[in-house]
C-alpha cells in the first residue's frame, strides 16, 4: 500500500509546479465576477480546463447551465469536493486600494465578495494534485468536482442532490474562505429556503361596476383594480407586520425580501398585471423553517385577494441543516497543521497598508490582524461560535454545502483571507477593502494555496488509509441511524424533477450595441 506521506508529497509538488497557472486561473474567475445562476464564462472556463485534465464532464448538470459534474478513475472510494464561482450583486470593485467599480461598470454590477473565486480554485487544485498523487503511486478510486453555481441564493446544491448527484459517494473534502484558519467540528451550518411569489391579474375588469361597463371612457374615467404591484405592496407590508409573529426571537433566524420585478410601467391608468417578491430565511431547524413559510403563503394569498390578483409560490431552494463528522475534523485540521498557516509578504502589507493611506488613517506597521496568520483548533472555533448560541440550538448561518453532508461524511476546511486590523476599537472597514483584497494575488494566493495543499492531503490520506475512511463513515452511519435511508437521516427536500428556477429575472450582464452593461440602469451617486 502507497505511504500516506508518499503521496501528500507528490500532491504538494504538483501544486508548486503549477502554481502561476493556478493563480491566474484564480484571477480569470475573480475578474468575470458573473452573479448567481448566470455565470456562462466562469463555468465554462472550469469545464474546459477539467476536460483538458482528462476529466469526464456533464456540463449543465442538473438541468442547471452553469452547473457541472465532472469526474476521473475508477472504482472506490468515490471522493469528492466542489467548485463555487458566483459574484454578489452591487459589489463591483477593481483590485486597487481605493473605492472603484471595475472597468466600464458601476457599483451595483456584481463583485466577489467571499470570494467564491478563490473557493473554486482551492477545490480544484485539491482535486488536480490528488489525481497527481493517483497517478504517480497507482492509486484506485474515483474523483469528483461539482461546478456548484448559486450559492448566494443556495441554488445548485439542493437540486444535485435531489436529482441524485451525490448518490454513491464515500466522502467529501468542501472549503470556504473565513476570517480563520480552521475546520468546522459540531456545529455545522443551518438551513435556507427561498420562495418566489408571483402576483398575476388576469381578469382587472371583474373588479369594476358593471354598470359602467358600457363607458366608452371607462378605461380613464373608472376605479381600476389595484393590480400586481399593491398585490406586491400589500405582500411586503403584511409581513413587516407580521415578523415578529412568525417565530420567537430565539436562533438566530433571519428573513429577506427582494423585489424582482414589476411589469407595465408604461400602461397608464391600467393597473399592473406581474409583480414578482423573493423571499429568503434561514435558521437552524426544518420546523422553523415550515413556520415561517405559513405565514408567508398566508400573506400572499390575503394579498393577492384584496388586490384582484391571483398568487402562485414556486421555490427557488430548500436545503437542510448540516451534519457534522468529527473523524473527518479530526484528520483535515491534521493536514491544515502539516501544511501551517498562510504567510503574507511585504506586497501584500504594503497593499493593505495604502487602503489604510486612501481612508485617512494612519497606515499600520502591522495591517492584518493576527488570525491571518495563526491556526484556530476546531475545539477553540466550535468554542467561540457556541459562546452566544442557546444550548438547543445545534446549527448556525447557512450554506448548501450542508446538503452534501447528508450522502457521506463531509468535512469543511477553513482558511483565512486576510483582514485588515482595526486602528480603534469599534471602527469598521468599508466592504470594498476586502472585495479588492480578493483580486490582488498577494493578498490572495496565501490562504486559496493553503486550503488547495489541505485538501489535497486529506484526499490522498482517504484514498491511502482505509481506516480514516472506515471512522468518518462509521460515524455518518450512527448520527443517521444507519446511513443513508436511516432512521434519522433526512433526504432531499426538493423533488427529484424539481425545475431549478435559472429563468427568473436574476441580476446579470447584457450586451447591448453600447457593449457589455450590467442589468440596472447608470447610478445617480
Known sequence: MTDSNAAKATAWEWIDAHRDWLSDFHQEIWEYAEPAYREYRSAQAYVDLLRREGFTVEAGSGDMPTAFAAAWGAGGPALATFAEYDAVPGNSQQAVPYP??????????????????????????????????????GLAGTLRIFGEPAEKICGSKPVHAAKGYYDGLDAAVVYHPHTTNTVAGETQCGSYWSVVFTFECPAPEQWMDA??????????????????????????????????????????????????????????????????????????????????????????????????????PRWVTKTRVGLPNLAL?????????????????????????????NLGLTPLAEPFTEDNERLLSPQDYEAGQRRNLPPWQLNFTSDDYVEYTWHAPTVRLHTARPRLRAPEPGFTYPMWTLNAMGGVRECIDPGMFVAGRTIAATLTDLLTSPAELEKAQQEFAERTGGGIGGDRWVAPLLPADFPPPVDLRWPEYIETPRGREWWLPTPTV
Not at 466600464?104 to 490528488?130: E, K, N, Q, Y
Open 211 to 312: 354598470r359602467l361597463l358600457t363607458d366608452p371612457n371607462r378605461p380613464h374615467t373608472v376605479a381600476r383594480c389595484p393590480g400586481a404591484l399593491d398585490a406586491l405592496c400589500l405582500m411586503y407590508a403584511n409581513t413587516k407586520y407580521t415578523k415578529e409573529a412568525m417565530f420567537p426571537h430565539t436562533g438566530t433566524w433571519t428573513l429577506n425580501e427582494f423585489i424582482m420585478a414589476g411589469g407595465q410601467c408604461t400602461s397608464d391608468n391600467l393597473p399592473p398585471r406581474f409583480s414578482q417578491i423573493q423571499y429568503a430565511w434561514r435558521s437552524p431547524t426544518l420546523d422553523i423553517q415550515e413556520r415561517i413559510y405559513q405565514v408567508l403563503e398566508r400573506n400572499a394569498r390575503h394579498a393577492a385577494e384584496v388586490a384582484g390578483c391571483v398568487v402562485t
Open 329 to 357: 475534523t479530526d484528520l483535515a485540521y491534521r493536514n491544515l497543521e502539516l501544511v501551517g498557516p498562510p504567510r503574507y509578504g511585504e506586497p501584500a502589507r504594503a497593499f493593505a497598508r495604502a487602503i489604510q493611506s
Open 100 to 137: 472603484a467599480p471595475r472597468a466600464g461598470l458601476h457599483p451595483w454590477a456584481a463583485g466577489h465578495t467571499d470570494p467564491h473565486s478563490s473557493l473554486g480554485v482551492a477545490a480544484l487544485m485539491g482535486i488536480l494534485a490528488a489525481k497527481a498523487a493517483m497517478e504517480r503511486h
